[in-house]
């Protein structure tokens, strides 16, 4: 099975290493540009991708 992952912080980080964990196939991972300010305490769900070797777009209306 394969999926494409929209989202971003905490929440879509997790889902997406279940999805992962489940092997299901994620070739691409959609999420918005990280705020320079950030948000402490929560992981970007870009770097997690990157991680993972997953192709990350962040365009600027990607989850708005």
Same mark, same amino acid.
Do not use: K, Q
């Given at each position: 099975? @394969?999926? %494409? *992952?929209?989202?971003?912080? $905490?929440?879509?980080? =997790?889902?997406? $290493? /279940?999805?992962?964990?489940? /092997? %299901? /196939? =994620?070739?691409? *991972? =959609?999420?918005?540009? @990280?705020?320079p300010a950030g948000h402490p305490?929560?992981?970007?769900?870009? %770097? %997690? +991708?990157? /991680?993972?070797?997953?192709? =990350?777009?962040?365009?600027?209306? +990607?989850t708005g």
């Amino acid at each position: 099975m @394969r999926a %494409v *992952v929209f989202g971003n912080r $905490e929440l879509a980080c =997790v889902r997406l $290493e /279940e999805l992962l964990g489940l /092997e %299901v /196939e =994620v070739p691409l *991972v =959609v999420t918005s540009p @990280r705020d320079p300010a950030g948000h402490p305490g929560y992981r970007s769900l870009a %770097v %997690v +991708a990157r /991680e993972h070797g997953i192709a =990350v777009a962040t365009p600027p209306d +990607a989850t708005g």
